[in-house]
């Protein structure tokens, strides 16, 4: 009998396979008030969390702690400001239906009093798009469109640490150690280096895959690896316009 491959053990989910716990400080989400009123808050500390890109405001509202995602431009001792009356600010807190259209919004709800689901990685914003009725179109930075109940809240601005990409890994160990945090399986093994026993395209004389790699959508588990339902395979054309010459 054969092995099962890792994509598929890993694709079972379980504890082996879920982010750790351990270095957790807390739920990282809007605090529940009344929309209509207007609330104060003070960042008392920024704070990393093992595993999360982006750094968390620890933030003092009306005397209990909270913390969310740090946006840009925010610093100790900085005041945020939530509610539907909330200035039009870096970090302010308000309902979509408050925001102007073609505004730079992150930690959006995806219904209201969930604390923020959308947009909360390093350096990443969405663009409120339109209104139409109560809800409101957001435009992802995959340019993806979606409906979203204007009730739902997000923060003005950007998320921090937008340049947390720029500093390179000097060494393989200190990769290692930031995908551990996150459970990410590192170094990744080619599929043509494993045995026959591992992978379908395992095993050989020397490393090639020895069968297509485009694979079925409906492929039985364990074969369905490489490019699965591809829409074109091979290099690509380049296509070029006419080239004008100056004479």
């Not at 990282?28 to 808050?41: I, M, R, S, W």
Request: net charge positive.
């Amino acid at each position: 009998m054969g092995k099962r491959i890792l994509v598929r053990r890993r694709g079972k989910g379980g504890m082996q396979w879920r982010a750790p716990s351990k270095g957790k400080i807390a739920p990282a989400k809007y605090p529940l008030f009344n929309p209509e009123e207007l609330v104060t808050g003070k960042i008392i500390d920024l704070v990393h969390e093992r595993g999360r890109s982006a750094p968390l405001c620890k933030v003092s509202f009306n005397g209990s702690l909270n913390y969310i995602p740090a946006v840009t431009g925010l610093t100790v001792g900085s005041d945020i400001y939530m509610g539907s009356s909330a200035p039009l600010q870096q970090g302010s807190i308000l309902p979509l239906a408050s925001i102007p259209e073609g505004s730079e919004i992150c930690n959006i709800e995806r219904r209201f009093g969930d604390g923020g689901k959308f947009v909360r990685v390093s350096g990443s914003s969405a663009i409120l798009f339109s209104k139409t009725g109560d809800n409101s179109i957001i435009r992802f930075p995959s340019r993806k469109s979606f409906i979203i109940s204007s009730n739902c809240r997000a923060s003005l601005g950007k998320i921090a640490g937008g340049g947390k990409t720029e500093k390179p890994f000097m060494r393989a160990g200190e990769r290692y150690y930031a995908k551990m945090a996150k459970n990410q399986q590192y170094p990744r093994v080619r599929g043509i280096a494993m045995a026959a026993v591992y992978h379908p395209f395992g095993g050989g004389r020397h490393q090639h895959p020895g069968k297509s790699t485009s694979t079925s959508r409906n492929a039985p588990p364990g074969r369905k690896v490489g490019l699965i339902a591809p829409r074109k395979t091979g290099r690509k054309r380049i296509t070029r316009g006419p080239i004008e010459v100056s004479r």
